[in-house]
């Protein structure tokens, strides 16, 4: 069993930075692939970003590439999303996740995190 707890969201202007924390309970931190997703109001749940249990392999979707980068400190059970130049577009809620396997849809992730709320005014 692996609980997910997100922190480091919040309200920020156009262009701004946030670095979002999940921390995940549990020895086996270390065996999963952890992930990013978002959801903005009445839409669905999407993939953002993802990282390998190493840490040596990430990939993102293109909206976000070259601002927004993951990370993880296996020995802190913790992963990372730092996000730069954050735009309008980039408010939802983030959710971190945990899974065994790569590029598969969010109902394959095995844990969740129960969210943190990101807003980028204009």
């Known amino acids: 069993q692996v609980q997910l707890v997100e922190s480091g969201g919040g309200l920020v202007q156009s262009g701004g930075s946030l670095r979002l924390s999940c921390i995940a309970s549990?020895?086996?931190?270390?065996?999963?692939?952890m992930a990013w997703f978002r959801q903005a109001p009445g839409t669905e749940r999407v993939f953002v970003a993802e990282?390998?249990?190493?840490?040596?392999?990430?990939r993102g979707v293109d909206s976000v590439k070259g601002r927004f980068t993951i990370s993880r400190d296996n020995a802190q059970n913790t992963v990372y999303l730092q996000m730069n130049s954050l735009k309008p577009e980039d408010t939802a809620v983030y959710y971190c996740a945990a899974g065994r396997a790569t590029r598969i849809p969010a109902n394959g992730y095995d844990y969740w995190g129960q969210g943190t709320q990101v807003t980028v005014s204009s």
């Open positions: 549990g020895r086996t931190f270390y065996n999963y692939i």
């Open positions: 990282i390998s249990e190493s840490g040596r392999n990430t």
